[in-house]
């Protein structure tokens, strides 16, 4: 098995990449232990009181209502135990970017944003799902797409 490291600057994040000829039980088995290293997963509840594991990928948003804190992904709503300022810490130094004072964002969930008179945001994600990013949030939320480049174009 030869490792690679290859520095350049067309590069903006880190890639993995497994070559070889077949798909054999090695290149099974080295995917494998990739997505156990760099899968992150949550612990969250479906309606049904259900325990379940969200691969952090897949989260859409996150918001608080009332005094529950709910995470939507591409297959449902989900409670989780953690607060949404944790939450933003823990999923924060990916794609993760706060729009207001009660929900987070994954931007690579991002279909369109709309700018309104206001100088608000209205955010459309992938799913058809709707949000605003609140005035002081616009300039963080600019940042941080400008500085990732991570939005493409749906």
Known sequence: MDIRTEIDGRYTKIELHVCN??????????????????????????????????????????YAEGQKVFVRTDDGIYSVQNKLYELEKELGESSFVRISKSEIVNIKKIRSLDLSVTGTIRITMKDGYEAYVSRRNVAKIKEKLLSGRQVKQA
């Open 21 to 62: 000829n077949e798909l054999t039980d090695e290149v099974r088995g080295i995917m494998r232990e990739l997505h156990e290293i760099y899968d992150r997963y949550l612990s969250g509840t479906d309606e049904w009181g259900n325990r379940c594991m969200l691969v952090t990928a897949r989260i859409v948003s996150a």
